[in-house]
């Protein structure tokens, strides 16, 4: 089944607390991006990623790094988490050209 | 101007119903235009896309795009209380570039 795994799907941390979160996805897609959505704010792309090696900045990326080393993964990474970035995060993943991105189910994080 | 705008809702509609979901946006250069459907708990999922003007249709759903007016909307027919969820419009400029999504429209289908 064509999807996009992300783990884990909930985690209460406390503040400056090192967490990654993994994504992979199994269409062999070029793009994958990071979203956070909170209420009233919609979703807020973090960082995005076109290939390998290749990622950038989104509109929100203060307070957030992520890798791409393989195709099928790109790992979020808070290094020193602080309370308001509490939120649900989506990993996405879509291939070139146009197409709609496809979502994983969302991780909750709680900062404490 | 916020690049794309779409009524919060909550929309309350009763079972049957034609539901009518919209958003407007301010880039002229969108061209590719995009609804996702978003169950509580879950991630966005792809419901429809259309390039540039005019209307698609998929079984129940209708996506319409009016590039004059920077408007598109997207039709429910026969509503079903599983149509119950968030629809958030988005949209591109190119196919290959960022995407913007809009806040989303809670939409609850009355039994």
């Known amino acids: 089944e064509a999807q996009v795994t992300q783990n884990p799907r909930y985690l209460i941390t406390v503040t400056g607390k090192k967490l990654t979160v993994t994504c992979s996805q199994n269409?062999?897609?070029?793009?994958m991006s990071w979203y956070r959505q909170d209420p009233g704010l919609g979703l807020r792309q973090i960082y995005y990623?076109?290939?390998?090696?290749?990622?950038d900045k989104g509109d929100v990326p203060e307070g957030y790094k992520v890798s791409r080393k393989e195709k099928r993964n790109f790992p979020l990474i808070l290094e020193s988490p602080s309370p308001n970035q509490t939120s649900l995060y989506f990993c996405a993943s879509r291939d070139q050209g146009f197409s709609g991105y496809t979502f994983g189910s969302g991780t909750r994080l709680t900062v404490v | 101007q916020k690049e794309v705008e779409q009524d919060p809702g909550p929309l309350s509609v009763p079972e049957g119903a034609i539901v009518s979901l919209n958003c407007t946006y301010s880039n002229s250069a969108f061209q590719y235009f995009m609804w996702y459907r978003q169950y509580s708990r879950k991630g966005p999922e792809l419901l429809m896309y259309?390039?540039?003007?005019g209307n698609k249709e998929d079984g129940r759903f209708t996506a319409q795009v009016d590039k004059s007016s920077k408007y598109i909307s997207l039709f429910i027919r026969d509503s079903q209380p599983s149509d119950s969820a968030t629809y958030l419009c988005?949209?591109?400029?190119?196919?290959?570039?960022?995407?913007?999504f809009g806040k989303g429209t809670r939409l609850h289908i009355l039994p």
């Open positions: 259309t390039y540039s003007s």
């Open positions: 269409m062999n897609h070029e793009y």
């Open positions: 990623s076109m290939n390998v090696e290749v990622t």
């Open positions: 988005a949209m591109s400029a190119r196919g290959d570039d960022k995407i913007i």
